[in-house]
Every structure is written in structure tokens, then in C-alpha cells.
């Protein structure tokens, strides 16, 4: 037996684990770890030519992500909140050029974007339901990924490492019976994950038999858990993925109702394929009914496609400046340029 396999399928050299970028949350899984200042640097390879994506990343004191110099608005001031994953957060573009900033910026009003890399929409829920404990809003916006329907349902995010990184998830088979769970053993498996990468960086001579062993039993045992539980590794039916995601999206409305904010979803289709789908008709139905906006950017990105403007960042395939751009466009068209759209 032997890791080796594993330092095949991933980068750790590129994971500063002095100084990382996350931190466990009993609630969601992990968060953004606060007062970092650090540049995130992605390996990329297009036609066989490797180069560096990199970003630029200051988190505030609350974990929010920020434009890399400038004061930080008072938490009184906060006008516009952003929850979800990395599409939201802004992998390889800028703070301020992210959708939500750049919104906030057309309103000129302040925003924070708690936006979390590997989050689904439960883990969100819980980001956004500790943060208005302390901030009022007027807006939130939570950045679906359409892949958040599978994560919805999965308690470990999806990488291949031997550690689960725990997520919040909806349990339950229909809405009458769906429940949202906090995230399970959330410090224990971070810092387990701290000690695998750790590991993984060593030469493979100096971590010794007993630590081989170690991980590679951790791997089969993530292994035999998707084997037993299909469903919550994205195996679900797509009709339990599409109920699970109606439920979390109705319980953030409650939410984000009860702070006196108004909630608007942003639905970013997987957008690699020539085909774009557009958002299911029944989150359309789900937003009339329970009060909030439901801004599907499908055609936005559809339409950047056919006039070749690129929606994705080559050899990454986050949001580009451009769909960031297009995006918040596209929001401000549903909300007005006064703000006055609630």
C-alpha cells in the first residue's frame, strides 16, 4: 500500500497550510478564515501549456471577502449580503469585480460577500443565518451554482481526498419529511484534513508505513460510504435534488424575511456545454410563492457564448470579469437601478 495515487489527483504543494483559507464551522462545514491577506495561486493547463490563475485574497475580520486596500465598511452600514459557493466568492477574479460588488457598486451602497468555495445552498443557509445575526440588509443574494442541487444533499463536499470536508445537507426523502442539518464533526475532520495535506507534502519516504496505511484506510472508508449512501454522493433522483433545493431556497426566504431583507436568488447554469439549459420552471413557482426574486442568468451567458465573449476563465471554469459583469447587469435589470425593487 501506498499514497501515491493520491498525490496524483491533486496539487498540495499549492495549499499554504500555515496559513489557510478556511476554518471549521460547527454550522456550515467550514468558513473563510478572518484578517487573511494572501494570493491564491491555481495551476492551469490549456493544450498542454501549464500557466498560474491567481487571486487576489484579503478576508475581513468576519470572514467576508474585501477589495485587497481600502477601509471596511461598519457592519450598520451593510446594505447588500452575498452567500454561496466559489462562483459567489470569486475564484480568479477580483473582490470587487465579483457580481455581487459590482451590483453594491451600481447602487452605491456597501456589500459583504461571504461567498464560500465548495459550499452548496444548506451550507449557505447557515453562513447567512450567523452573519444576520449581526448585519441588517437590504439584499441578499445567494449565488445558486445549478451543481448546488447535488451539493444539497452531500455531507462531504466533492474532492477525492481520503477526508470528508463536512458540508451542511438536506435529509429526508420528500418536502413533508426534508430537514436541514448543520454540518457533522466539522473541527475534527479539518484539522484531520490539515494533517492529510501536511502529510502529502512530504516526500513520500518520510511519512512511513503506518501513515500510508493510515490514509489509505481513510480513503476506502469514504469509499465504502458512498457505496452505502448513493444518494447524498449525487447519485440522488434529479426530482429529490430539484424538491431538496425548493426546501433550502423557501427556508432562506424565511430567513432573509425575518432580518427585513429581501432575498434574491441568482441561478448560474453549468455552462460548458453548447447547450445552456435554463433554471427548472418550478424554482420560478417556488420564488412567487414565497417572495423572492429569482434572477435565472441562463440566457445572460447564452447570449456572451453566441457573440464570444468568454463566460469562464480559460483552464479554471469560474465566472469570468466579464460574466461577473453581465450578471450583475442582469440583477440590477430585475431590482432597478434605485433599489427600490422589493
Known sequence: ????????????????????????????GYE???????????????????????????????????????PLDAASEV????????????????????FSSVFASHLSIPNRNYGVSGSGGASSYFILKQKLAKISPKYVLYGFWEDH??????????????????????????ENDFVLNPAKNSQVLIEDLGDFFRDMQRRPSLIGLPKDMYWTHRRLLRQLDEAINPLAYDKAPVERKIAASQFVLKNMAELTRKAGASLI??????????????????????????????????EVLRDMKEKNVPVFIEGDGHLSVSAHRAIA????????????GR
Open 1 to 28: 500500500m501506498n499514497v501515491q495515487p493520491l498525490r496524483d489527483d491533486f496539487k498540495y504543494d499549492s495549499i499554504d497550510i500555515d496559513n489557510p483559507r478556511f476554518i471549521a464551522n460547527d454550522q456550515s
Open 32 to 70: 473563510n478564515r478572518p484578517n487573511i491577506m494572501m494570493e491564491l495561486v491555481s495551476t492551469a493547463s490549456i493544450d498542454g501549456e501549464t500557466f498560474n490563475i491567481r487571486t487576489p485574497v484579503r478576508h475581513a475580520g468576519d470572514g467576508a471577502r474585501i477589495p485587497m486596500s481600502g
Open 79 to 98: 446594505k447588500v449580503v452575498a452567500v454561496g459557493g466559489s462562483q459567489t466568492w470569486g475564484q480568479g477574479v477580483k473582490a470587487e469585480q465579483t
Open 149 to 174: 442541487m447535488n451539493r444539497n444533499l452531500r455531507y462531504c463536499a466533492n474532492n477525492k481526498f481520503p477526508v470528508c470536508s463536512p458540508l451542511a445537507y438536506v435529509s429526508g426523502t420528500r
Open 265 to 298: 436568488v441568482v441561478y448560474i447554469p453549468l455552462y460548458f456545454s453548447d447547450t445552456i439549459e435554463a433554471a427548472n420552471s418550478v424554482f420560478l413557482k417556488t420564488a412567487k410563492e414565497n417572495k423572492f426574486v429569482f434572477v435565472d442568468t441562463t
Open 329 to 340: 447587469k442582469e440583477i440590477l435589470s430585475r431590482v432597478g437601478r434605485s433599489g427600490s
